[in-house]
């Protein structure tokens, strides 16, 4: 089992920053990929961002590039996502997830792909 605390939301006003943080404990070893969901009030989960922990290569949902930068400390076994340029429509609750799937030509975006969750963490951008 892997276990995934979120932190560093936070309200906002637009244009600001914010960085969130994901720590991961347990089986860390299991897991090959990292990414944040969002899930804004009335709307699907949405996938922002993934990484690989295997080749560190990254893909980013278009609306976030840019802006947005995940990123990862292994001597921590942390996760971040650095958002800059913060807009109203970035307000969700942001959801980090890790994934035992791995691949060279394939990002997963899909939030089935995904094997473990955090509880989330609120972020509010204010216009």
């Known amino acids: 089992q892997v276990q995934l605390v979120e932190s560093g939301g936070g309200l906002v006003q637009a244009g600001g920053s914010l960085r969130l943080s994901c720590a991961a404990s347990g089986r860390t070893s299991s897991t090959d990929t990292m990414g944040w969901f969002r899930q804004a009030p009335g709307k699907e989960r949405e996938f922002v961002a993934t990484?690989?922990?295997?080749?560190?290569?990254?893909y980013y949902k278009d609306s976030v590039k840019g802006r947005f930068a995940i990123s990862r400390d292994n001597a921590k076994n942390t996760v971040y996502l650095q958002m800059n340029n913060l807009k109203p429509e970035d307000t969700a609750v942001y959801y980090c997830?890790?994934?035992?799937?791995?691949?060279?030509?394939?990002?997963?975006?899909?939030?089935?792909?995904?094997?473990?969750w955090g509880q989330g963490t609120q972020v509010t951008v204010s216009s």
């Open positions: 997830a890790a994934s035992t799937y791995y691949s060279t030509n394939y990002y997963y975006t899909n939030p089935l792909e995904y094997n473990y």
């Open positions: 990484k690989s922990m295997r080749d560190s290569s990254t």
